[in-house]
């Protein structure tokens, strides 16, 4: 299975409601940055959300790739309508994660460990999401880890417990710890034992290829994301191997303690 095909598979019914019947009630356009103390990367975040109902349908995207302007024209349409226009991929990610959580919020999903981050300050925040993360991984001593997607927090979790860590991002040369930081996403995936990535994956489209190539190699394959999580939960069996889910609102918005969702699966 694909995006596509999964999106198809919605259109057509075959996991609940039609489409047609879920109305998206509001549409947000954020911008965010994040400065961590020590460290001399200034994270810049673009997120798309959609609301239906009591969920929010969540996709990050680069700077540029979409205006605050789609919010006006969006409230109000179905998802159906959103998932076969040819909206900017972000928006259809989101559309289709609304829809996924809409069915099955993560905090209903029986197979779910709900895992409660502390109060306290950005930093305390994130090494705590970032270790739970890690969690999900059997990384023992000299395991190469794939990192897609690059959070410094996480390159020091994956260390930290004895793995050695190859970073893959788009925007970033090189990591806080010091490590190069490639473009290259295959040349990371093809060099280690197991592979983490953003749901960043779904909104710049190769979601797909790194599943691909995981399940071709036989590799675990670890999903973190506040991108998309319900529509990479749904590929949980099928190439992805354990999910950190994180709905909206997410860990930077708020100081006092939120959840996130844990799901393992066999390889």
Known sequence: MTVSELTQSVLDGAHGPDPATLS??????????????????TYRNYYVLLRVGEVFGACSFE???????????????TLADVLRSDDPLPVRIAALDAYLAAVEPHHLAAQAEEIILPAGTPDVRARARDAAVAGLLDVAEGTKVA???????????????GGVCLPCDFNLRETASGLRVTRDMLE??????????????????????????CREQ??????YAQTGSAVARAFLGSGVTALSAEPFPFSQFSARPTSLYRYRTEL
């Open 218 to 223: 036989s590799k675990p394959l670890a999903i």
């Open 24 to 41: 998206v009630t509001s549409a947000f356009w954020l911008h965010n940055t994040t400065r961590l103390p020590g460290v001399d990367v």
């Open 147 to 161: 990192l897609i997607g690059v959070v410094n927090p996480l390159v020091d979790a994956i260390t930290d417990r």
């Open 63 to 77: 700077a540029g790739e979409l205006e605050p302007e789609y919010c006006a024209d969006t409230s109000g349409r």
């Open 188 to 213: 990371v995936v093809d060099a280690a034992d197991a592979v983490v990535a953003t749901g960043m994956t779904l909104s710049n489209g190769s979601f797909d290829t790194l599943l691909t190539r």
